[in-house]
């Protein structure tokens, strides 16, 4: 006759068992808590990963550089003035401006800077070629008749004709000034008999606001004892401001 295993042998061999199975040193994967019991969505423990400063994944925390780029003003087109640029990369600049490519001609022609050429369009005619000022001065350049005849030309709405005649102008000035820009622009707008009689940019507050927002466009500084605003001197009602004064 077998003799039958005893209950109680089963018992604490169960009780072995249990307790290996409890303490069982292998490492496990750390498991996160959810309350609900519901299993989280993929993105939202990627995040919570992220915000925790935890690496991996695909998203990335914004750099110190790119919030200086994000920061930065936008570059215009005229600063390539004071910058020693590619000829072609301004020619590809004018060439988005209205009359870019009459301008570039133009300025070629007469040995005048091109981008120079378009700030003063800009700040006269805003690059209209049907502009009339009360004082009579037409076109893209705002040149007056007087002017055009002194250059042999009557057809001031012709971009082109008015393109020329101002660009010949304007560099005549900078030649008279040796160079000095802010002189010749303020001649430009005042007349060379202003500039003469104050012996430099006249205290006209448009003059030197014409001045000021040129050398703005062109990313320039200007002198800084007349920057801020001046008490205007008050013009005859004839003192136009336009080529040729």
């Known amino acids: 006759?077998?003799?039958?295993?005893?209950?109680?042998?089963?018992?604490v061999?169960?009780?072995?068992?249990?307790?290996?199975?409890?303490?069982?040193?292998?490492?496990?994967?750390?498991?996160?808590?959810v309350?609900?019991?519901?299993?989280?969505?993929?993105?939202?423990?990627?995040?919570a990963d992220w915000a925790a400063g935890r690496t991996g994944g695909s998203l990335s925390a914004m750099r110190p550089g790119d919030l200086q780029a994000a920061l930065e003003p936008k570059r215009h087109g005229f600063e390539l003035f004071r910058q020693q640029s590619?000829?072609?990369?301004?020619?590809?600049?004018?060439?988005?401006l209205p009359f870019g490519r009459a301008m570039w001609r133009a300025a070629m022609r007469n040995r005048l800077d091109s981008l120079l050429l378009a700030a003063v369009v800009e700040t006269e005619s805003s690059f209209s070629a049907t502009a009339v000022s009360p004082d009579g001065a037409i076109g893209l350049m705002q040149v007056i008749p007087e002017t055009g005849q002194l250059y042999g030309k009557s057809n001031l709405f012709d971009p082109n004709v008015n393109l020329e005649v101002g660009c010949q102008?304007?560099?005549?000035?900078?030649?008279?000034?040796?160079?000095?820009?802010?002189l010749a622009v303020a001649a430009y707008n005042a007349g060379p008999g202003a500039v003469t009689r104050y012996g430099g940019v006249p205290p006209y507050r448009e003059t030197r606001g014409y001045v000021r927002r040129i050398f703005a466009t062109l990313g320039l500084a200007i002198a800084p004892e007349w920057a801020g605003d001046v008490p205007a001197v008050q013009l005859a009602?004839?003192?136009g401001r336009s080529a040729g004064r």
């Open 1 to 11: 006759m077998k003799t039958q295993p005893s209950r109680v042998s089963f018992t």
């Open 13 to 33: 061999l169960a009780t072995f068992l249990f307790l290996v199975a409890a303490f069982d040193p292998a490492p496990s994967e750390p498991s996160r808590s």
């Open 35 to 47: 309350a609900s019991g519901k299993v989280p969505d993929p993105a939202q423990l990627e995040l």
């Open 86 to 96: 590619d000829p072609l990369e301004e020619r590809k600049f004018l060439a988005k």
């Open 169 to 182: 102008y304007l560099a005549g000035l900078i030649e008279r000034y040796h160079g000095d820009m802010k």
């Open 237 to 239: 009602a004839s003192a």
